[in-house]
């Protein structure tokens, strides 16, 4: 079983793919698990699986939550470690976050884009995001600064543990504060946010409405007798 696998859902990201890869082979080296769930119609899946990839046909596309799930399920390593195949995220701090958990001191470490307003993050994108962190702390006591990180590092143990809802978008939402409710110790560090390669596929509206919905759903696990989640939910910032 490799200790880290680095799991991905990819939508037509041929521009990006080789990049992003190459990046992540650099950062981690030959043997850490590359794992990707592709719903494409172009030649990513392909290009994927010439570099040593493993790929995961998910055709037709099922949506982003049902891609991820079972990215997040086929994942054999002891650290999952997410990330966006379009070259937004540095593939170089996946030792930090994954080693992070490896050490013992935390569950899921989050990756926030948000320390401060990223020049690649439109400004209306950056303001949803402020406000989606705002209303986590507001109802579910979880302070956090970015609710719909692409990258971050969970302990496999979570991903076991946990039931997540795969249907309609935002899924990144449940995936962070649902085991923070659980009791599962959660950190967050910041990092750079990089201009996109290739064209986005952000429904701003649905995954608005499912942001909020999500959150208000797990409102009564906040609540709920016996809930460590709510004295823990302070996320540690310590690096």
């Known amino acids: 079983m490799p200790k880290i696998t680095v799991a991905m859902i990819t939508l037509n990201e041929e521009r990006a793919v080789e990049k992003v890869i190459g990046e992540i082979r650099a950062a981690v080296g030959v043997d850490c698990e590359i794992l990707v769930v592709d719903s494409s119609k172009d030649r990513t899946p392909e290009l994927a699986a010439a570099l040593g ?16 799930i079972r990215a997040l399920k086929e994942a054999s390593g002891e650290v999952v470690v997410t990330l966006d195949c379009d070259d937004t995220y540095p593939a170089g701090r996946i030792p930090e976050i994954a080693g992070m958990v490896l050490s013992g ?3 899921l470490v989050n990756a926030s884009r948000l ?9 209306p994108n950056y303001l949803a995001n402020w406000l989606f962190a705002k209303v986590s702390r507001l109802l579910l ?6 609710v719909h990180s692409g990258m971050r590092a969970y302990r496999r143990t979570i991903l076991d543990a946990v039931e997540f809802d795969p249907n309609g978008p935002a899924l990144p939402v449940e995936l962070l504060l649902k085991p923070a409710l659980a009791g599962y110790r959660v950190s967050e560090v910041f990092i750079p946010y990089a201009e996109r390669i290739g064209a986005t596929t ?14 208000l759903r797990l409102v009564p696990m906040r609540f709920s007798r016996g809930a460590p989640g709510a004295a823990r939910a302070g996320l540690d910032r310590s690096r």
């Open 105 to 107: 001191n935390t569950d």
């Open 202 to 215: 952000l429904n701003r509206w649905a995954s608005t409405t499912w942001t909020f919905r999500r959150i």
């Open 141 to 146: 006591g979880v302070k956090t600064t970015d």
């Open 53 to 68: 990839v493993r790929v995961v046909r998910q055709f037709p596309p099922q949506g982003y939550g049902r891609a991820m």
């Open 115 to 123: 320390q401060s307003r990223p020049a690649a993050m439109p400004f």
